[in-house]
């Protein structure tokens, strides 16, 4: 299992990024797949999941709104497009496969991840 994350860099206050995360070495297209990050300092923090064909969708509260989380099975890549950024957005992103049956228990964990991409929000 190989994740490549991609798209961090600096970016200010209330702008936006688009994360992508190249997966291969496994069925992408049978996988759920997450989003986790890690601000400075601070522990894991799940982000947000999306099933193997997108029909199923959640969010950490506090990126409802503002990130929307999307697949695309055909080039094996997931994506995060992260809208009014704010500083406490500043972190390292990660890519996982959850634990459990083709990533279904997102809920206890992630089993694969990727190195992570840094997002700094600041002016």
């Known amino acids: 299992v190989q994740l490549v994350e991609s798209g961090g860099g600096l970016v200010q206050p209330g702008g936006s990024l688009r994360l992508s995360c190249a997966a291969s070495g496994f069925a992408f297209d049978d996988y759920g797949m997450s989003w986790v990050r890690q601000a400075p300092g601070y522990g894991l923090e799940w982000v947000s999941v999306?099933?193997?064909?997108?029909?199923?969708?959640y969010y950490a509260e506090s990126m409802k709104g503002r990130f929307t989380i999307s697949r695309d099975n055909a080039k094996n890549t997931l994506y995060l497009q992260m809208n009014s950024l704010k500083s406490e957005d500043t972190a390292v992103y990660y890519c996982?496969?959850?634990?459990?049956?083709?990533?279904?228990?997102?809920?206890?964990?992630?089993?694969?991840w990727g190195k992570g991409t840094l997002v700094t929000v600041s002016s």
């Open positions: 996982a496969v959850p634990i459990g049956l083709l990533g279904s228990e997102w809920y206890r964990g992630m089993e694969y």
């Open positions: 999306i099933n193997w064909n997108g029909g199923t969708i």
